[in-house]
C-alpha cells in the first residue's frame, strides 16, 4: 500500500509588479466604465428637450441639479401618472416625467407629489396662491406645458363636430374655448375649432388623453417648446422687466445700419428708388 503523500499543488508567486499591474487594470477598466455610463447619462440627459415634468418642477437645467431621484413624488402620486426615467429610456436617469397620452395629470388639489419633495425641485411656491392670508396649494397655477393643436390632423379643423379635448380640460371655458371659424371649403358653414389659452393652461394633458384622433391632434409641450423665444431685441414696453433689461444692452449693437437708414424716410417712403438712380 502506497502511504506516500501526493504532491502538493505549486501556487505561482504574485511578485509586487504582478500585483501592481493587475491594480492597474482593474483601474483602467473601472475608469473607462465610468466613462461609459457617464457618457450614456449626459447624452441621455441632452435627448429630452419634449420632457413634462410634475406640477412645480423648476425650469429643466435647475431640475436637473436639485433633483436627487429619490422617487417620492411618483409614489405619492395617486394616479400613477408619474413614471421614474430607467437606463434606455432615453431619458435623464432616476427623473420624474409623464406621458399625457398614456396617463395625464389629473390636477389633485393637494398636489400630493409638490409637498413631498425634499429638495425643492417641485417648487412648492409656484403651485401655491394666498387665500384668507394664507398660502394654500393651487394646482391651476401648475405650468407643466402648454397645449399646442395640429390644426392639420384635428377633426374639427375639418368642419367635423369635435370637442373632445374642450370637454376634458379641468379649466372648462377657460384653457380652451370653442370659436367659430368660418369654412372656407363649402363656403357656407361655420366650424367649431378648439382654442388654447396659454395663460391658463396647465399642461395636464388630459385633452390630449382625450383627443379622439389615433394620433392626438392636440399635444403637451414644455412651454418653451411650444411658445418659443422672441430675440433679446424685442421689447414689450409693458413688461417692467424687459424695459430695465434692455436699459444695460448696447442699442447701437442691436441696430441695423444701411445706406437707406442714412436717409430721411421722406426720401425713400413711396417711392421707386430704381427710377431715382439713373
Known amino acids: 500500500m502506497n502511504t506516500q503523500n501526493p504532491k502538493k499543488e505549486v501556487k505561482p508567486k504574485i511578485t509586487e509588479r504582478r500585483r501592481f499591474l493587475t491594480i492597474m487594470a482593474q483601474s483602467v477598466g473601472l475608469s473607462a466604465l465610468g466613462g461609459i455610463i457617464w457618457t450614456g447619462y449626459v447624452e441621455e440627459a441632452k435627448a429630452s428637450p419634449l420632457l413634462l415634468r410634475p406640477p412645480g418642477a423648476l425650469p429643466e437645467s435647475d431640475f ?40 395625464p395629470c389629473y390636477m389633485c388639489p393637494d398636489i400630493p407629489c409638490v409637498p413631498v419633495c425634499p429638495t425643492g425641485a417641485l417648487d412648492q411656491e409656484s403651485v401655491s396662491s394666498e387665500k384668507d392670508g394664507k398660502e ?19 377633426v374639427a379643423y375639418w368642419g367635423i363636430q369635435c370637442d373632445a379635448c374642450y370637454r376634458a380640460c379641468p379649466i372648462l371655458g377657460q384653457a380652451i374655448t370653442i370659436e367659430f371659424m368660418r369654412n372656407e371649403r363649402t363656403g357656407k358653414h361655420a366650424k367649431l375649432v378648439p382654442i388654447v389659452h396659454a395663460d391658463h393652461c396647465t399642461g395636464c394633458g388630459l385633452c390630449e388623453h382625450a383627443c379622439v384622433t389615433e394620433k392626438a391632434a392636440i399635444f403637451v409641450l414644455p412651454r418653451e417648446v ?49 427710377l431715382f438712380d439713373e
Not at 436637473?64 to 430607467?86: F, N, S, W
Not at 394654500?136 to 384635428?154: F, P, Q, T, W, Y
Open 136 to 154: 394654500v396649494l393651487d394646482i391651476n397655477k401648475a405650468r407643466m406645458g402648454l397645449a399646442v393643436v395640429d390644426h392639420e390632423s384635428c
Open 64 to 103: 436637473l441639479r436639485t433633483c436627487i431621484k429619490c422617487g417620492q413624488c411618483a409614489e405619492a402620486c395617486p394616479y400613477d401618472t408619474l413614471l421614474m426615467a430607467k437606463p434606455g429610456d432615453g431619458l435623464p436617469m432616476g427623473t420624474p416625467y409623464f406621458i399625457a397620452r398614456d396617463v
Open 226 to 274: 411650444a411658445m418659443g423665444k422672441a430675440g433679446d431685441y424685442y421689447v414689450k414696453g409693458w413688461d417692467k422687466k424687459d424695459q430695465e433689461r434692455i436699459k444695460q444692452r448696447d442699442l447701437k449693437k442691436l441696430t441695423t445700419e444701411t445706406e437707406r437708414s442714412a436717409k430721411k424716410p421722406q426720401d425713400y417712403l413711396n417711392m421707386d428708388e430704381e
